[in-house]
């Protein structure tokens, strides 16, 4: 394994998880359900996605690595396709996104 293979593979992973920290923490400081799972699903895609690939490049062109593109594949198409539905039927359900208030109202 080369040293500039371990360094990408580093890189991404490490960006993975950078990327689902700060998601993580969008997550607690948002105010209401469609931000934090607007949050929640960029986070979780692009993150994931990013480690993923990581240790793709960590495994070298073998049958793990393709195990790994077509879960990479398949989160890519799976989670915002969730975060969808969730969102559709919190707002079927009477669910309202949060709105600021306007100066000197109460």
Do not use: C
Not at 88 to 105: D, F, I, L, S, Y
């Amino acid at each position: 394994m080369s040293v500039l293979q371990n360094g990408v593979a580093g890189v991404l992973i490490v960006l993975g998880l950078i990327i689902m920290l700060v998601g993580s923490i969008g997550i607690l400081r948002l105010p209401d359900f469609y931000t934090r799972s607007h949050a929640a699903s960029k986070v979780d895609t692009t993150g994931i996605i990013f480690l993923l690939l990581g240790l793709a490049v960590l495994q070298g062109w073998n049958l793990a690595m393709v195990k790994l593109m077509i879960a990479v594949a398949i989160i890519m198409l799976a989670n915002p396709v969730a975060i969808h539905a969730l969102s559709r039927a919190a707002w079927m359900h009477g669910e309202r996104p949060w709105m600021r208030k306007k100066e000197g109202e109460d």
